[in-house]
Nanobody, 122 residues
Framework: VQLQASGGGLVQAGGSLRLTCAASGRTFSSYGLGWFRQAPGKEREFVATFGWNDGTTWYADPVKGRFTISRGNAKNTVYLQMNSLKPEDTAVYYC????????????????WGQGTQVTVSS
């Protein structure tokens, strides 16, 4: 399984970005695809996850109401739409995949892509 994250960049506080995770190498009909982030000096943390077979979505409390994870238009892609961005959202964002069941635990995810940097200026 290969995962490719893209879409990061520099944005002002209050702005928006959309991250894309493109997955290949396996049929994702039952997988979960998640987003995690790691800020400098901090541990990697859960952001959001998406259940491919039924569209279940879970979010971390700090991003609820601002971020939306959804199936992408292209095959085997997942978006993370990030609105009302805050400086504390600055981090490297990673996408990851796991077989069922869907969880929010980092250690449960088997496949990881490279990160994409998101920087939010105040």
């Amino acid at each position: 399984v290969q995962l490719q994250a893209s879409g990061g960049g520099l944005v002002q506080a209050g702005g928006s970005l959309r991250l894309t995770c493109a997955a290949s190498g396996r049929t994702f009909s039952s997988y979960g695809l998640g987003w995690f982030r790691q800020a400098p000096g901090k541990e990697r943390e859960f952001v959001a996850t998406f259940g491919w077979n039924d569209g279940t979505t879970w979010y971390a409390d700090p991003v609820k109401g601002r971020f939306t994870i959804s199936r992408g238009n292209a095959k085997n892609t997942v978006y993370l739409q990030m609105n009302s961005l805050k400086p504390e959202d600055t981090a490297v964002y990673y996408c990851a995949a796991k077989s069922p069941p869907l969880t929010t635990l980092i250690d449960d995810y088997d496949y990881w892509g490279q990160g994409t940097q998101v920087t939010v200026s105040s």
